[in-house]
């Protein structure tokens, strides 16, 4: 291995591709969604053909027995919240440290999001961050999986047990993970995946969502499956006499996304499988390397998922340099490692102001509002984190290049610091 960087002229270490396309579309995906044209099978009203199946198989899976695909993660999310009956001003503790559609329904209710702060390592909401934010008006808890590490799940439980609050799972990151070997989807009250063209378990859009409780399940159709489908499910006496109407929206999930997800599904646990593979070598490889923590993966994580590889970096070790120019330097090596660029949502205008010009989120008593430096951890997780793509088939070659890029620039951190002494003098 040369031991110039790349970056300052040297031969860069990473020759292997390192193209990621995702999802891998093969002839039988291509068969089912085709079948389903040459039919004019393109359109449902109720609980059938591809839409009831997936439906059965993600119930069968996580062991609840009601599910209800959307349009959207997004839509499932509404669906969800507005299942859980939340009233003009409840408040819904969240992460701050998500992607937005985990909390901008809340608003669509009228419901107030109360932002927590994440754990330093994984990103993941904080259990002992939740206990402190509840107020008389809580009624729900949110947790995000994120990237695939499973929340700590048993003082969130506990927590939302002993206070009479209900939880959220939002498992768009996390499809078929585990936390102590029970799957994640259902062990809070209701769960949502989404199925967007990124996700381990792709439509190219749509979402699901799964519960227990028949209440939440009603409202749901209700909220976006009127007439048909809400004829078919909506059975209790508070709700049967609504299902005509439903309540104004329609997320039914087109035909064509349910088939192209059914097929994914089916090859769920070899995504896993091989994302762990190369993942698990890669965080190996990572491990020790001055400036580099590997992605966490605690204890009561038993199945890890991986929709992201984020590790964390720290320029302690590497003498103060920057992760931009890390970053940099990785590149000029061939590394396929870019920054992380999600902001944490109290960092975002609409969480920092009371009024956002429209008036439409301003009316509710009670918002909160946040500053930078609220949420420390997630801040600093936000500044730290590195994404490599989620290689999924075998590739030990590439991940071995990486590895070697990592050691190069770690190690070459002075040549760096001088180059940028030399130029900024």
Not at 121 to 150: F, Q, W, Y
Not at 290 to 304: D, E, I, L, Q
Not at 396 to 401: D, F, G
């Amino acid at each position: 291995m040369g031991s110039k960087l790349a970056l300052l002229g040297g031969v860069p270490v990473v020759t292997e591709p390192t193209n990621f396309e995702w999802p891998p579309i093969t002839p039988q995906d291509v068969s089912v969604v085709t079948k389903l044209l040459v039919r004019g099978e393109i359109s449902y009203y109720g609980r059938e053909g591809e839409v009831a199946a997936l439906e059965a198989e993600f119930s069968s899976r996580i062991g609840v027995p009601f599910a209800l695909t959307c349009s959207s993660g997004t839509a499932a999310l509404h669906s969800a919240f507005f299942g859980l009956g939340l009233e003009t001003g409840d408040e819904v503790i969240c992460p701050t440290f998500t992607f937005l559609s985990t909390v901008m329904p809340l608003f669509v209710v009228n419901a107030l999001p109360v932002l927590v702060d994440c754990e330093p390592d994984t990103g993941n909401i904080d259990p002992s961050n939740i206990e402190a934010a509840i107020t008389p008006r809580t009624k729900a808890i949110v947790v995000v999986h994120l990237n695939g590490h499973v929340c700590d799940m048993g003082p969130i439980i506990d927590i939302a047990r002993r206070r009479d609050l209900k939880v959220v799972e939002d498992c768009s990151h996390a499809h078929g993970a585990t936390w102590n070997g029970a799957e994640v989807g259902g062990l809070g009250d209701v769960s949502i995946f989404s199925l967007q063209g990124s996700k381990l378990v792709a439509a190219g859009q749509g979402g699901i969502l799964l519960t227990s409780d028949r209440e939440i399940f009603e409202r749901a159709v209700l909220l976006g499956h009127f007439r048909m489908r809400a004829f078919e499910d909506v059975t209790s006496d508070s709700y049967r006499p609504f299902a005509a109407t439903g309540y104004g929206l329609n997320y039914r999930m087109h035909p064509l996304a349910a088939a192209l997800a059914r097929r994914q599904f089916e090859e769920l646990d070899k995504y896993i499988e091989g994302r762990n593979a190369n993942l698990g070598d890669l965080t190996k490889g990572l491990a020790g390397i001055p400036g580099v923590s590997p992605p966490a993966h605690k204890a009561f994580a038993t199945r890890h998922s991986y929709y992201n590889y984020k590790p964390l970096y720290d320029e302690e070790p590497l003498d103060g340099l920057d992760r931009k120019l890390f970053i940099k330097a990785l590149r000029a090596e061939g590394a396929p490692v870019e920054e992380s660029t999600s902001l944490p949502l109290h960092l975002e205008t609409l969480f920092q102001v009371k009024d956002d010009g429209s008036r439409t989120y301003g009316r509710i008593s009670g918002r909160r509002v946040y500053a930078p430096g609220t949420f420390p951890n997630s801040e600093i997780y936000a500044r730290r984190a590195m994404r490599i793509p989620p290689y999924t088939e075998p590739r030990p070659r590439l991940i071995s290049q990486i590895v070697e890029a990592f050691e190069k620039v770690s190690r070459g951190r002075g040549e760096l610091l001088d180059h940028i002494r030399r130029n900024s003098a």
